[in-house]
């Protein structure tokens, strides 16, 4: 099966870019990282990329005179290295209408929370300081909201008493790492589709 060619934004740390990586690799899923771009210079999962063989992009937004031009550029990219689908991967800014129109309903985020609650930044301390019993992680595909678009699939943890918000973004991150994978692949056999609010998840061969 042809590999589905995946761009990664991401801005910090990267350990999720290193499942899709790892999960590519192994051969578990058939898909491939074709780029990494970055809007932090100092960004860990560049360095990640470059340890893989992956072209790493750094895109300094100061440079660019609004958002779309920002996002043209970063189209640039995604084009040149053949990219079918974005994958955000703590991605620190709102995706704007010029990735969107790119690639409509073919944008991934991970949120570290069961949307849609807790919304936005820090996901795990809003779920801490609500008291909830449980959360979890959420793929979503991306629209022009914050943390909106249909949810592709969850992952449900426990909060338990003594956590902080370190030892939940622990517990959630474990969970993170599983299915964004997940949802990758299952959007490389072509077995989402979007109904609305809704996505539909085909049967596979398995
Ligand atoms: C992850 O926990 C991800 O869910 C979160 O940032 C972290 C990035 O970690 N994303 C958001 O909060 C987006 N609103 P990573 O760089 O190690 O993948």
């Known amino acids: 099966m042809k590999k589905l060619r ?59 005179q609004s958002k779309e031009e920002y996002e043209q550029r970063i189209v640039l990219e995604l084009r040149e290295y053949g990219v079918e689908l974005v994958c955000l991967a703590g991605y620190m800014r709102l995706v704007g209408r010029v990735l969107l129109e790119e690639f409509p309903n073919r944008i991934m985020n991970i949120h570290p929370a069961l949307l849609p609650s807790f919304k936005g930044l820090h996901g795990q301390r809003q779920a801490l300081e609500y008291g909830v019993r449980y959360s979890g992680c959420t793929v979503h595909f991306v629209d022009s909201g914050m943390d909106t678009g249909p949810i592709i699939l969850q992952a449900v943890v426990p909060v338990l008493p003594e956590d902080g918000e370190e030892e939940l973004a622990a517990r959630i991150l474990e969970r993170e790492h599983v299915i964004y994978p997940e949802a990758v692949r299952l959007f490389a056999e072509g077995r989402l589709r979007v109904e609305g609010r809704k996505v539909i998840i085909l049967p596979g061969e398995e």
């Open 6 to 64: 995946v761009g990664v934004l991401a801005s910090g740390r990267g350990s999720n870019l290193q499942a899709i990586i790892n999960a590519s690799e192994s051969g578990k899923i058939p898909a491939e990282v074709a780029v990494v771009i970055s809007d932090n210079a100092e960004a860990p999962a560049l360095d990640r990329a470059r340890e893989h063989g992956i072209p790493a992009v750094y895109l300094h937004p100061p440079y660019y």
